[in-house]
């Protein structure tokens, strides 16, 4: 028992759990449950929401958003239950590493936006809803997907300073890293001035998919 509150109380055990949280491919599962067929093979190839919503199931796209940004929040908040600040913010950082390079999918997964909502909705509450409002502002302003998840990742660490919340300075900062990292041929694509708007569609004349 000794040696199992040990493992509980440490870091180490979960920044691994987090990643292995955050590591399980929902979108990939659930278009496959479904028989919406495999993602990979779909619009931009992500496994993310927005590639989900590609196949013509907005509820299928909302439940992978949910569990996408509720694996991470689980993660960090157990990691507090159990041993404290210091472990859920290994557990943040570690379940946004584990969704967008999961060992499963040959380190190949999402974007990371909706997982990062969730990890700083639960390291504070009122981050998380920041960031959500940031994502949200931007996406109605200039209707990309990819810039709204960019902005809300990269005021993260802004917002954490506003509302006092400094001592998240750094791990949001690493999180928003990991998102900008993620989010490289998008930003790429933004100022060519290629990047598709939300609702437009991602495939090409020809059927193959576009950039995403």
């Known amino acids: 028992m000794s040696a199992l509150q040990s493992s509980l109380s440490s870091p180490g055990f979960w920044a691994l759990a987090g990643y292995l949280l955050g590591s399980i491919p929902f979108g990939l599962l659930i278009a ?5 067929g495999d993602l990979r093979r779909i619009g931009s190839g992500n ?11 907005r509820g299928a796209a909302l439940a992978t958003f949910l569990l996408d940004a509720g694996k991470g929040a689980v ?3 157990l990691a507090r239950w159990a041993a404290g600040e210091g472990a859920a913010q290994y557990a943040a950082l570690a379940s946004l590493i584990g969704h967008c390079f999961p060992v499963w999918l040959g380190f190949r997964g999402g974007k990371g936006v909706a997982t990062l909502l969730g990890v700083l ?5 009122p981050l998380g809803l920041a960031a959500c409002a940031t994502w949200a502002v931007v996406a109605a302003v200039f209707r990309y997907s990819s810039l709204a998840g960019i902005a809300a990742a990269g005021f993260a660490p ?20 990991i998102v900008y990292v993620r989010h490289g041929g998008n ?15 991602r495939n090409r004349p020809d059927g193959s998919p576009g950039p995403g």
Not at 32 to 36: E, F, N, V
Not at 47 to 57: F, H, Q, Y
Not at 168 to 173: C, E, H, R, Y
């Open 32 to 36: 496959r449950a479904l028989g919406l």
């Open 47 to 57: 496994i993310g929401a927005t590639n989900v919503l590609r196949t013509g199931s």
């Open 187 to 201: 930003m790429a694509r933004l100022r060519a001035g290629t990047e598709p708007r939300l609702g437009a569609n």
């Open 75 to 77: 993660a960090v908040l």
């Open 121 to 125: 909705a639960a390291l504070s509450w």
């Open 158 to 177: 802004v917002w954490a300073f506003a509302l006092g919340e400094g001592r998240f300075f750094l791990v949001t900062a690493l999180l928003a890293i």
